[in-house]
């Protein structure tokens, strides 16, 4: 059997807000439904004194799922979270990161990095999954740099019951 390639993408932007506050943001998972679309709810399902485990509601195409379950390791000192994704489905093999928030002047740089794998180490599988990171990468940075930067924090708005998700037998 082939190992399958490692493949990568990174994606970044400036905020005017002091990097200590923008890691808040990015820590806290609780607040990320109603700051990053298409995230409508999060459960906590353990935490082990080193990583999290957390699941997503989300909605795609119109339907709700909770088929994004993450592991998170916070590194409040580096202003660091890891994650890994449990829960891939082909053609995607494997799936993980890092967010870095990294003092720039008197704001930050936020880069959001992923690692990857495809099924079928097919270049053109890997790009298509690319453009997808891609694309949700763009939209949650740009969602955290208009909250941080407009001084606007969101509180947690719905949780699992909220929105009747019931859980997918996993």
Same mark, same amino acid.
């Not at 970044?12 to 607040?31: L, M």
């Not at 509601?57 to 339907?63: I, R, S, Y």
């Not at 967010?99 to 990857?116: E, F, N, S, T």
């Given at each position: 059997?082939?190992?399958?390639?490692?493949?990568?993408? @990174?994606?970044?932007?400036?905020?005017?807000?002091?990097?200590?506050?923008?890691?808040?943001?990015?820590?806290?998972?609780?607040?990320?439904?109603?700051?990053?679309?298409?995230?409508?709810?999060?459960?906590?399902?353990?935490?082990?004194?080193?990583?999290?485990?957390?699941?997503?509601?989300?909605?795609?195409?119109?339907?709700?799922?909770?088929?994004?379950?993450?592991?998170?390791?916070?590194?409040?000192? @580096?202003?660091?979270? @890891?994650? @890994?994704?449990?829960?891939?489905?082909?053609?995607?093999?494997?799936?993980?990161?890092?967010?870095?928030?990294?003092?720039?002047?008197?704001?930050?740089?936020?880069?959001?990095?992923?690692?990857?794998?495809?099924?079928?180490?097919?270049?053109?599988?890997? =790009?298509?999954?690319?453009?997808?990171?891609?694309?949700? &990468?763009?939209?949650?940075?740009? =969602?955290?740099?208009?909250?941080?930067? &407009?001084?606007?924090?969101?509180?947690?708005?719905? &949780?699992? &019951?909220?929105?009747?998700?019931?859980?997918?037998?996993?």
């Amino acid at each position: 059997m082939t190992e399958l390639r490692i493949w990568t993408a @990174r994606h970044t932007t400036r905020v005017a807000a002091p990097p200590k506050r923008v890691f808040e943001v990015v820590a806290n998972v609780d607040r990320w439904p109603a700051l990053l679309a298409p995230l409508l709810a999060v459960e906590h399902l353990g935490f082990d004194g080193v990583c999290e485990r957390v699941r997503f509601a989300q909605q795609v195409d119109g339907v709700t799922t909770t088929d994004l379950t993450m592991v998170r390791e916070l590194n409040p000192k @580096r202003m660091q979270v @890891r994650f @890994r994704q449990v829960d891939v489905r082909p053609p995607v093999a494997t799936m993980g990161g890092i967010w870095v928030v990294v003092p720039k002047g008197r704001g930050a740089l936020v880069a959001l990095d992923h690692y990857y794998r495809v099924v079928d180490n097919d270049p053109v599988t890997a =790009a298509a999954v690319e453009r997808t990171i891609a694309a949700g &990468s763009m939209s949650m940075l740009e =969602a955290l740099r208009q909250t941080v930067d &407009s001084d606007g924090i969101p509180e947690l708005v719905k &949780s699992y &019951s909220d929105i009747g998700v019931t859980h997918d037998a996993r």
